[in-house]
């Protein structure tokens, strides 16, 4: 039996399919058993190329996610008391289309934002939704990337013009900063590789975090960080490589610009004195420096721990330098510029500003902590409506209070999910999506260096009664707009019955002729060639496009991972490839020295100036980091991830057989001193909101830092229909105004709090 066919069980009692899972950015290959529509047994692919077996432990509730009482199985339309009624589809299209169509009459489809787009293993909606967008002249978009992760895509943006990947399977020495992979992956076989790490005497790993995690636990170095000090012990560390000559001098000369400005501040740096305001020791610190300067080869890796923190996107250009100065880059276990299928990203220009704020839109994404502030009050260009998709502002963006009072006060707003989530009771329509396993679905983010695995997820089930999958909606909706009319395909639907080459002709020739389709090709492609391969797998269409994109840009590294052709009928056997071999497929294979041609910048080096975060790190040298306040002497840590938390698609809470509740968790001498008990009540109090939470006294925290779990706070019906919430909701407690001054990411992992003992 191949690895293309479904495995029979040993008992025959069931089959074996193959699929992926959906919980972060890995997506690591699965094998299931399914039965009635839901998952009966999950465990690991050995067949898959990239995750070769390996999954954590929280896939293990994949059926919490198919089958949950907050399933939608019916469009709905909000009724004039604030209840909602079933429409059929026809009616929902129509309606939604007339709304949406009217505001962008009125004031001009600018006026309607764009939130969402898929989550962690479903990206083929939001792809979708560009034909949408288009026909409505909708020009702004944000998601739950811009209050993460954008700052970081700026940095990369600016001295690379492309995203570095981490080699850690190879790497001398691994550097993990406001990171905890060992709950948080970010790289593939994340906890085997750790232990690889650890037990081998000739590598190194270096953590940075304020609380002692696993990972922290395996670390050769460990600097447990002052809470939002991590800029002054990352200068302190780059001071060390400068002050005591440990930096690449010759892999500088030939592939950065402009280094001179920035070593003469490194220079200049004041180590002994950054290393107290970080509270780590400097003996330590300079050691690490050391090694770094000293190994063959370094990988790092950040997250959201200095991403939502004071100084985030300086933190970021921080930590990048660490390897560009030491010449990590472009060899084995180093960083490296790999290719992608599709784009999740959005444009990468620097000049676009939001319309209300003025605010930076980065990779085309407004920052979501400006979202609020752009749809209230009576500005002529503010946010008018919202076409919200696989996501959930409600609930998950700093403020969530004034996020739902923004929701409340746009003229429409238009949900497609699979749940029924915080958001979606705040719209005036639902048009229910089909689950992330009752449809063809995948992921854009990175797969890999030098060799990029690709994996389409085939679907397991029948879409549930009532829903549709979001090519679907956004192909009816396109239409219902006047996109494109059913009878104009017709050529197009027969040149795909005759084949790729025949389509891909036709195709080419048909947008040439309309160049006005351009903008709905995903729609187009669904309809024409997505109904050639059958209702199952049409929304897979989208991946021809990719595909030869991918050839067209990556001819080379295609034919390395094995295909052959010239020109289209290389992206064409790059696409059957894809939709066929489901454990996944070698789509690139490259050298490493191929990532100096990747460099996207005018100089085609590395830039190591970026004038508005030397001149924030030149003002560290007066900055002390903020005393506690006697209101708030905490610093809550707001969304930790734990080994008992996912996604929010997560909604049964019955998933989650330990710290049901999510703890706050504290350290014994804070405990002590406030008189709170292990498993006893406590009040968190921010000067947004107070909650209360169950304690977890911890030795991993210190005095002073306290974290909650993400995940929780949602609202989840009982058998009877009666909707509980369970856990705090992290981001009732925080504040949008918290932010970075750049990039506007809020600062999650920093928030002023009291505790108090119930």
Avoid at 306 to 311: G, N, R, Y
Avoid at 588 to 606: H, K, M, N, Q
Avoid at 665 to 681: H, T, V
């Amino acid at each position: 039996m191949t690895n293309l066919e479904k495995a029979a069980d040993p008992e025959g009692q069931a089959l074996w399919h193959t699929t992926a899972c959906i919980l972060c950015s890995i997506n690591c290959g699965l094998q299931v058993r399914i039965d009635n529509g839901n998952f009966l047994k999950i465990k690991g692919d050995r067949n898959n190329p990239r995750s070769r077996g390996y999954t954590c432990e929280k896939p293990a509730g994949l059926r919490y996610y198919q089958a949950n009482r907050d399933r939608l199985t019916s469009p709905l339309r909000r009724r004039a008391d604030g209840t909602f009624e079933e429409i059929d589809w026809d009616t929902a299209i129509r309606e939604v289309a007339e709304r949406l169509g009217g505001i962008r009459d009125e004031h001009g489809g600018e006026k309607i934002l764009y939130y969402g787009g898929g989550g962690q293993g479903n990206h083929l909606g939001g792809a979708y939704s560009a034909a949408t967008r288009r026909v409505l002249g909708m020009r702004y978009a944000s998601n739950a990337l811009a209050q993460e992760k954008t700052g970081e895509f700026w940095v990369e943006g600016q001295m690379f013009g492309a995203r570095p990947e981490p080699d850690f399977e190879n790497a001398e020495v691994s550097v993990f900063i406001g990171k905890n992979p060992w709950h948080s992956h970010g790289f593939e076989r994340a906890r085997v590789t750790l232990r690889a790490i650890a037990k081998d005497p000739n590598r190194s790993l270096i953590v940075m975090d304020p609380r002692r995690t696993e990972t922290a636990e395996l670390a050769d170095f460990f600097f447990q960080v002052r809470p939002g000090t991590d800029a002054f012990a990352l200068g302190a560390m780059l001071g060390v490589l400068v002050q005591e000559g440990r930096i690449d001098q010759d892999f500088m000369a030939r592939h950065t610009a402009d280094a001179g400005p920035l070593l003469q501040l490194l220079s200049e740096v004041p180590v002994a004195e950054y290393c107290r305001r970080a509270d780590v020791p400097e003996d330590r610190i300079r050691a690490a420096a050391r090694r770094l300067g000293e190994a063959e080869s370094v990988a790092v890796l950040e997250d959201l721990g200095i991403e939502m923190a004071p100084h985030s996107t300086l933190n970021s250009y921080l930590q990048k330098l660490l390897y560009v100065l030491t010449g990590n880059f472009g060899r084995p276990g180093t960083m490296n510029i790999g290719t992608h299928l599709g784009k999740l990203f959005g444009e990468s220009k620097t000049d676009r500003r939001t319309p209300v704020g003025g605010h930076r839109i980065i990779t085309g994404l407004i920052a979501c902590n400006h979202l609020a502030d752009e749809i209230l009050g009576d500005h002529p260009d503010r946010f008018r409506a919202a076409l919200i998709e696989s996501g959930n502002p409600a609930h998950s963006l700093a403020d969530s209070a004034r996020m739902r009072e923004a929701l409340d006060a746009l003229e429409c707003v238009v949900v497609i999910d699979v749940a029924m989530t915080e958001t979606a009771r705040r719209a005036d329509y639902i048009l229910p999506g089909s689950s992330q396993y009752e449809k063809p679905e995948a992921t854009f983010f990175g797969g890999g260096f030098p060799d990029h695995v690709f994996q389409m997820r085939h679907p397991l089930f029948e879409p549930a009664p009532g829903t549709l999958p979001e090519p679907e909606i956004h192909s009816r909706l396109v239409a219902a707009l006047g996109g494109y009319l059913y009878e104009d395909l017709t050529d197009l639907r027969l040149a795909a019955e005759s084949g790729l080459p025949a389509f891909g002709s036709a195709f080419s020739a048909a947008l040439a002729e309309r160049p006005e389709w351009g903008g709905i090709a995903p729609v187009l492609l669904y309809e024409t060639l997505g109904r050639s391969l059958g209702d199952s797998l049409a929304p897979a269409a989208l991946f021809w496009a990719a595909a030869q994109t991918c050839a067209a840009r990556y001819p080379d590294s295609v034919r390395r991972a094995g295909f052959v052709g010239e020109g289209a009928r290389l992206g064409d056997a790059l696409f059957e490839a894809i939709i066929t071999r489901r454990e996944g497929v070698l789509i690139t294979s490259d050298p490493y020295s191929v990532s100096f041609d990747r460099l996207e910048t005018s100089e085609g080096r590395i830039r190591l100036l970026i004038p508005e975060l030397l001149e924030e790190f030149s003002l560290l040298r007066d900055e002390e980091p903020a005393p506690a306040s006697s209101d708030f002497p905490f610093i809550l840590a707001a969304g930790e991830r734990r080994g008992t938390t996912a996604n929010t698609i997560f909604r049964d809470p019955g998933w989650r057989k330990k710290d049901s509740e999510g703890a706050l968790r504290i350290c014994p001498a804070d405990a002590e001193e406030l008189g709170i008990a292990n498993g006893g009540r406590v009040r968190i109090t921010t000067k947004r909101a107070r909650a209360e939470a169950v304690a977890e006294i911890t030795d991993t925290l210190r005095p002073g830092h306290v974290t909650l779990p993400n995940g929780l706070g949602l609202g989840y019906p009982d058998k009877d229909g009666q909707r509980t919430v369970h856990g705090v909701a992290p981001n009732e407690l925080t504040v949008s105004e918290d932010r970075d001054w750049l990039a506007g990411t809020p600062w999650h992992k920093h928030v002023r709090a009291r505790i108090e003992a119930l």
